[in-house]
């Protein structure tokens, strides 16, 4: 069984699931023009981004020999529910013949999970199966703990581009990575090469932190979000994001007596401004904009692919925070038609005003 | 006190409900004339720029309705009506949507959640939070859905028969007899579409009648009991999120194996999510089944000509079709 995965953030972490259960795994290529593109051609027109960038992955995974198609479902009430069902059809009708296994959440159903989960052991034990997630889900968090660092990081760096060779380097060392201890050595080794990374000095009061938030794929996959954590750094403003896979994994897959996720908080910051949750992320989406103004943050940037169905009504809301909790926020729709200038230009005047605004405050 | 209706989105599917359940409970029951574009204008000033165009043309109902000074504004929040199944999030987040882009109205609001296990939306739990605000009892409240569940199951009625929203609604606002109904057209084409874009002139553009006046019989999804349309689905391996949409995928399963359906339409709004999905289902499955299948996509900038050549090309190539099969020639 060849496996792939759909491509999102740090890819290392799937690869690794997969390795330790023993299956050829062919890691998708990083989304390219040629990924969109393919994407394009055959979703339908109004289908969301993400739809289409997984769409041409699969395709490019395919090309590469992949045989069988490892994703997660949803439980609704927003489309990525049922992007494993358009997929497979999709992928049907081309004249690919492929495995699409789907994990809907398990809760919901637990009997599909568990054949699913019989299919991926690949006649590996459960107590096995138990400690390999153990492994990567730890892997997640200590990986999750770096990219956070290299995100403050990077506003600073003296030599542009150090901090991405440095994670470059990091996500070597994690992929070679078999049990536990080599989680921790991985760890140390990692903070080692971000502690040789030369750095301006810049005083407290002059850093700029911005949030993003908003579609998760959007916002965790810097290929298709035009990189937006490295156009911002450079500009010198230190970045967090809303979404991290290790703490996707505590709020999606831990039951709530082994973990209290920080997700649960976010959530009851949102309730003001979206009572129920609505699908998607957009009640997180909002959560997530008054915890950094709370934060004290200097500014959000709110990414959405096009026509994401929760994330117009957390748009549609947002103006009215911005307002009572007086921190800037910049919406920027992304899909294939988005182009690099523009989203660099609207970032830099984005970021002066809030320099400017910054620098009357302290005057 | 005067409580505002919008005659948008689901006001074409539970509006006899909401209308008997307020004059029951003593209110004057308000709502809007047809959308105009002026309308959509107004909703468009307030509504995010991406987002459908039903949801502006909501928004402009609102405004609306403000103008008229109501007391308040029937906003309920759909949550579901199937266990497992939701309604597009933009239905569930559309009171707080409202609240927040429409200047005035936090206090005008009148936003219950809605949840319930079938279509059936009557059942008091959804509406006994709304007593206090209303100063009605709760024994009122409940007498009073009992009647309006009697009036929109008089609705659904007549809906399975055959009429058309608009056709059942007009007849139940005058108080007249139903008209006829349009059955034995020449042609049968099945419509796709929500019930707030077919039965929304501005959005169709008149489609139903536009079809009827070429002696064309007509299908819609709420000409169906939700069982029927429930079974159609069973065989698919995971069924959509959300009800209306799956009522719309259902029905369209249900005309492609119908031999007497000649042809199918999918009228969506541009920007709808769910239909971006569905469409592209249908249009795989129709290739299969060998049926005309042709989707039309509207909003607020489209224009009428282009709406009728399509529509005219489509039902002459339908026509050229059953021609053909059955060898007259002298039709042509």
């Given at each position: 069984m060849k496996v792939s995965f759909p491509y999102m953030g740090t890819t290392v972490i799937y690869k690794k699931l997969f390795e330790l259960l023993d299956h050829e795994v062919i890691e998708p290529p990083v989304p390219s023009q040629r990924t969109i593109d393919l994407g394009v051609k055959n979703s339908p027109e109004f289908a969301c981004y993400p739809l289409k960038v997984i769409l041409g992955s699969y395709i490019e995974a395919i090309e590469l020999g992949a045989t069988t198609l490892i994703t997660s479902g949803g439980h609704g009430p927003c489309r990525a529910g049922f992007y494993g069902e358009t997929h497979y059809r999709i992928l049907k009708s081309l004249g690919y013949d492929i495995e699409l296994i789907v994990f809907d959440a398990y809760k919901r159903d637990i009997t599909g999970t568990i054949k699913n989960v019989r299919k991926i052991l690949n006649g590996k034990s459960l107590g096995y199966l138990w400690k390999t997630l153990k492994i990567v889900y730890l892997m997640a968090k200590s990986m999750d703990k770096i990219e956070k660092k290299i995100q403050k990081l990077r506003a600073y760096e003296t030599y542009k581009g150090s901090c991405n060779r440095a994670w470059e380097e990091i996500q070597k060392i994690y992929d070679s990575v078999k049990s536990i201890e080599d989680i921790v050595n991985a760890e140390l080794q990692s903070k080692a090469i971000l502690d040789?990374?030369?750095?301006?000095?810049?005083?407290?009061?002059?850093?700029?932190?911005?949030?993003?938030?908003?579609?998760?794929?959007?916002?965790?996959?810097?290929?298709?979000n035009l990189k937006i954590e490295e156009i911002l750094g450079a500009m010198g403003a230190e970045v967090e994001r809303s979404q991290y896979i290790s703490e996707w994994i505590d709020y999606n897959l831990l039951p709530r007596w082994v973990s209290k996720p920080y997700e649960l908080e976010i959530l009851k910051k949102g309730e003001k401004f979206i009572k129920e949750i609505i699908g998607g992320h957009a009640k997180q989406t909002v959560g997530h904009i008054v915890d950094y103004a709370e934060r004290r943050f200097d500014g959000v940037v709110h990414l959405m692919p096009f026509a994401c169905l929760p994330e117009l009504v957390s748009q549609s809301i947002i103006p009215a925070i911005t307002k009572e909790y007086n921190i800037p926020v910049i919406t920027l729709p992304i899909d294939e038609q988005t182009g690099l200038a523009n989203v660099q230009t609207r970032i830099e005047a984005f970021l002066d005003l809030i320099k400017n605004k910054k620098r009357i405050r302290i005057a | 006190?005067?409580?505002?209706?919008?005659?948008?989105?689901?006001?074409?599917?539970?509006?006899?409900?909401?209308?008997?359940?307020?004059?029951?409970?003593?209110?004057?029951?308000?709502?809007?004339?047809?959308?105009?574009?002026?309308?959509?204008?107004?909703?468009?000033?307030?509504?995010?720029?991406?987002?459908?165009?039903?949801?502006?043309?909501?928004?402009?109902?609102?405004?609306?309705?403000?103008?008229?000074?109501?007391?308040?504004?029937?906003?309920?929040?759909?949550?579901?009506?199937?266990?497992?199944?939701?309604?597009?999030?933009?239905?569930?987040?559309?009171?707080?949507?409202?609240?927040?882009?429409?200047?005035?109205?936090?206090?005008?609001?009148?936003?219950?959640?809605?949840?319930?296990?079938?279509?059936?939306?009557?059942?008091?739990?959804?509406?006994?939070?709304?007593?206090?605000?209303?100063?009605?009892?709760?024994?009122?409240?409940?007498?009073?859905?009992?009647?309006g569940k009697v009036a929109w199951e008089k609705y659904r009625r007549l809906s399975i028969k055959g009429y058309t929203a608009k056709e059942v609604l007009d007849s139940m606002e005058s108080g007249n007899n139903i008209k006829g109904d349009y059955k034995g057209g020449f042609m049968n084409i099945g419509l796709m579409s929500y019930v707030y874009n077919l039965y929304d002139e501005f959005i169709s553009m008149g489609m139903v009648d536009r079809l009827r006046e070429r002696n064309i019989s007509i299908q819609t999804f709420e000409m169906f009991n939700e069982n029927v349309l429930d079974s159609q689905l069973r065989s698919m391996r995971k069924i959509l999120f959300w009800t209306f949409s799956n009522k719309l995928l259902a029905v369209g399963y249900k005309f492609l194996k119908d031999s007497r359906i000649d042809g199918i339409i999918h009228i969506t709004a541009f920007g709808c999510g769910p239909d971006s999905l569905i469409g592209k289902?249908?249009?795989?499955?129709?290739?299969?089944?060998?049926?005309?299948?042709?989707?039309?996509?509207?909003?607020?900038?489209?224009?009428?000509?282009?709406?009728?050549?399509?529509?005219?090309?489509?039902?002459?190539?339908?026509?050229?079709?059953?021609v053909m099969l059955k060898g007259e020639a002298n039709i042509v």
């Amino acid at each position: 069984m060849k496996v792939s995965f759909p491509y999102m953030g740090t890819t290392v972490i799937y690869k690794k699931l997969f390795e330790l259960l023993d299956h050829e795994v062919i890691e998708p290529p990083v989304p390219s023009q040629r990924t969109i593109d393919l994407g394009v051609k055959n979703s339908p027109e109004f289908a969301c981004y993400p739809l289409k960038v997984i769409l041409g992955s699969y395709i490019e995974a395919i090309e590469l020999g992949a045989t069988t198609l490892i994703t997660s479902g949803g439980h609704g009430p927003c489309r990525a529910g049922f992007y494993g069902e358009t997929h497979y059809r999709i992928l049907k009708s081309l004249g690919y013949d492929i495995e699409l296994i789907v994990f809907d959440a398990y809760k919901r159903d637990i009997t599909g999970t568990i054949k699913n989960v019989r299919k991926i052991l690949n006649g590996k034990s459960l107590g096995y199966l138990w400690k390999t997630l153990k492994i990567v889900y730890l892997m997640a968090k200590s990986m999750d703990k770096i990219e956070k660092k290299i995100q403050k990081l990077r506003a600073y760096e003296t030599y542009k581009g150090s901090c991405n060779r440095a994670w470059e380097e990091i996500q070597k060392i994690y992929d070679s990575v078999k049990s536990i201890e080599d989680i921790v050595n991985a760890e140390l080794q990692s903070k080692a090469i971000l502690d040789n990374i030369k750095v301006i000095e810049v005083s407290e009061s002059e850093r700029i932190k911005i949030g993003i938030v908003g579609e998760i794929y959007v916002v965790m996959e810097k290929s298709i979000n035009l990189k937006i954590e490295e156009i911002l750094g450079a500009m010198g403003a230190e970045v967090e994001r809303s979404q991290y896979i290790s703490e996707w994994i505590d709020y999606n897959l831990l039951p709530r007596w082994v973990s209290k996720p920080y997700e649960l908080e976010i959530l009851k910051k949102g309730e003001k401004f979206i009572k129920e949750i609505i699908g998607g992320h957009a009640k997180q989406t909002v959560g997530h904009i008054v915890d950094y103004a709370e934060r004290r943050f200097d500014g959000v940037v709110h990414l959405m692919p096009f026509a994401c169905l929760p994330e117009l009504v957390s748009q549609s809301i947002i103006p009215a925070i911005t307002k009572e909790y007086n921190i800037p926020v910049i919406t920027l729709p992304i899909d294939e038609q988005t182009g690099l200038a523009n989203v660099q230009t609207r970032i830099e005047a984005f970021l002066d005003l809030i320099k400017n605004k910054k620098r009357i405050r302290i005057a | 006190m005067k409580i505002g209706i919008p005659k948008a989105l689901l006001y074409y599917y539970y509006y006899p409900l909401w209308k008997v359940l307020f004059e029951e409970l003593g209110f004057e029951v308000v709502t809007t004339k047809n959308t105009t574009k002026e309308l959509v204008d107004k909703g468009i000033k307030v509504s995010v720029s991406d987002i459908c165009v039903p949801i502006k043309i909501f928004n402009g109902h609102v405004l609306e309705l403000l103008e008229q000074s109501v007391d308040y504004i029937f906003v309920p929040r759909m949550m579901n009506i199937r266990k497992g199944e939701f309604f597009c999030p933009k239905f569930m987040g559309l009171p707080d949507m409202v609240r927040y882009c429409i200047p005035d109205i936090k206090k005008k609001l009148l936003a219950p959640n809605i949840s319930s296990v079938s279509d059936d939306i009557s059942d008091a739990k959804n509406y006994l939070p709304m007593c206090d605000i209303l100063g009605v009892s709760s024994y009122k409240m409940r007498s009073a859905l009992k009647k309006g569940k009697v009036a929109w199951e008089k609705y659904r009625r007549l809906s399975i028969k055959g009429y058309t929203a608009k056709e059942v609604l007009d007849s139940m606002e005058s108080g007249n007899n139903i008209k006829g109904d349009y059955k034995g057209g020449f042609m049968n084409i099945g419509l796709m579409s929500y019930v707030y874009n077919l039965y929304d002139e501005f959005i169709s553009m008149g489609m139903v009648d536009r079809l009827r006046e070429r002696n064309i019989s007509i299908q819609t999804f709420e000409m169906f009991n939700e069982n029927v349309l429930d079974s159609q689905l069973r065989s698919m391996r995971k069924i959509l999120f959300w009800t209306f949409s799956n009522k719309l995928l259902a029905v369209g399963y249900k005309f492609l194996k119908d031999s007497r359906i000649d042809g199918i339409i999918h009228i969506t709004a541009f920007g709808c999510g769910p239909d971006s999905l569905i469409g592209k289902v249908m249009e795989l499955e129709s290739i299969d089944y060998g049926k005309p299948f042709m989707t039309i996509r509207v909003d607020e900038h489209t224009g009428e000509n282009h709406l009728q050549t399509r529509v005219e090309a489509f039902i002459d190539m339908i026509y050229r079709k059953k021609v053909m099969l059955k060898g007259e020639a002298n039709i042509v």
